[in-house]
């Protein structure tokens, strides 16, 4: 299966089902990480 590094986060995660067609697009490993990575320290 494949796999990718999360940028924000660092951790590996590996292809899924639900983003078969969408793979070359998913960035990030969780909701988390793609909200956290908006976010600018104070």
Do not use: I, N
């Not at 899924?16 to 990030?28: G, I, S, T």
């Amino acid at each position: 299966m494949p796999t990718k590094l999360c940028p924000v986060c660092g951790r590996p995660f590996s292809w899924r089902k639900k983003w078969a067609r969408v793979w070359d697009e998913v960035r990030y490993c969780s909701r988390r990480c793609r909200t956290d990575h908006q976010k600018k320290p104070a």
